[in-house]
């Protein structure tokens, strides 16, 4: 009898401490299937959006850091024009190009978001990483919007916090 509590007991143990696989109904946005024909031929009107991020910030001193994980979102916020993503590099606090997202113009349909994930272990941008974003239309339509969120937990530690994309002058 006392074997098959102990029995009992290490299997409710062992299953409480396994993960579960909870698969999502959100599906990934694919990248290659938003690839669009060359627009060189098409008359698009283009911008230019600086967007900072953080993989990492110090806390305590210069030599202790938090990692984060990276959520770069990018909307349309035309109800009625898709846009065109031409290029999305992200670099490093040193300047340099560390990833170049977009290899062929995609398209983001009116009023769709699409994603950009760096993972909490990618801290390769360091605290000043950014991106910079080429984008198009076809016609003046609203800006799009280039945000990002960066969050971590820790224990009962919780850290997160946004910041918003700027338009240059190309």
């Given at each position: 009898?006392?074997?098959?509590?102990?029995?009992?007991?290490?299997?409710?143990?062992?299953?409480?401490?396994?993960?579960?696989?909870?698969?999502?109904?959100?599906?990934?946005?694919?990248?290659?299937?938003?690839?669009?024909?060359?627009?060189?031929?098409?008359?698009?009107?283009?911008?230019?959006?600086?967007?900072?991020?953080?993989?990492?910030?110090?806390?305590?001193?210069?030599?202790?850091?938090?990692?984060?994980?990276?959520?770069?979102?990018?909307?349309?916020?035309?109800?009625?024009?898709?846009?065109?993503?031409?290029?999305?590099?992200?670099?490093?606090?040193?300047?340099?190009?560390?990833?170049?997202?977009i290899n062929d113009p995609i398209f983001i349909k009116p009023m769709e978001t699409i994603e950009i994930v760096i993972a909490e272990k990618d801290t390769e941008g360091g605290s000043g990483a950014n991106f910079m974003f080429k984008w198009g239309s076809k016609s003046e339509c609203n800006l799009p919007l280039f945000e990002a969120v960066m969050i971590s937990t820790h224990g009962q530690q919780g850290l997160s916090f946004t910041t918003r994309g700027v338009h240059l002058k190309e």
């Open positions: 009898m006392k074997t098959l509590i102990k029995i009992t007991v290490l299997f409710i143990a062992l299953s409480a401490c396994q993960t579960e696989n909870n698969d999502t109904h959100y599906e990934k946005i694919s990248w290659e299937n938003r690839k669009t024909e060359s627009l060189a031929q098409e008359n698009i009107l283009t911008g230019k959006t600086y967007l900072p991020v953080y993989s990492h910030i110090y806390h305590r001193y210069d030599k202790r850091t938090f990692d984060l994980t990276i959520t770069v979102s990018i909307r349309n916020t035309s109800e009625t024009d898709s846009i065109y993503l031409l290029k999305a590099d992200y670099y490093n606090t040193k300047g340099h190009n560390i990833r170049q997202y």
